[in-house]
């Protein structure tokens, strides 16, 4: 039976090893006869626009390091809001002067009461919460009043994470695009099989007229049928 890819089915990480393969062959063995066939080029201009559009697709670091910020920024805001509610609520009706804390944690208080918990907001209505309470909060009253509080500290961090988080879900969408703009790894599935056929068919066909190309059409037909 002829070599190439005559099964019902393949999945694609079958298919990525496949390509790797079937490279590394023929960069290691194939020389120029093969490096410059036409059939070659095909197959690796097929098989480098399928192993990208693959890892657009099944990437997941930026999703998990979105995840991380994500409870990141959750986090500092809690932390924030827990010690002004705190010091708000604090207890001083034996001291005889201003408690100094509990005056910046009433001036601060309200601009956190209008944003309320943020934990169950979608990334979108969080994001839109914490852009508008910085912008509540840019001016040289609010930040004394965080660091009468010691909370500058955890603020800055905080708007350093929003920042971050803003960051990777804009990167994230530029790589939703350009997957659009690309075939996917599933649509180019079958121009991948067909370009490799077409190739293995030509490594045949040197076998036949040359034995001396027996030992390469071994080794492709090997790499064939361990997928």
Known sequence: MAIGLYRKSFKLAELQELIRRLT???????????LKNPLYLHFVEVGDAFTKALDLTHSTEM??????LDLKRDNLYTQIYSVIKAYEELDVSDLTEAHPQQMAARFLRPFFDKKGSIHQLSYAEETTALRSLFESLNHAEAQNALKTLSLDGVYDALVKCQAAFEACID???KKVVLLHQQQSATSLKKALIQAVNDFCRY??????MDEK????????EVAIANI
């Open 24 to 34: 590394k062959i023929a960069e290691e063995k194939g020389g120029e006869i093969i």
């Open 213 to 220: 190309w027996l030992g390469f059409y071994r080794e492709i």
């Open 203 to 208: 490594i045949e066909s040197l076998a036949k």
């Open 63 to 68: 999703g998990e390091k979105i995840k991380a």
């Open 171 to 173: 990167q994230k969408n």
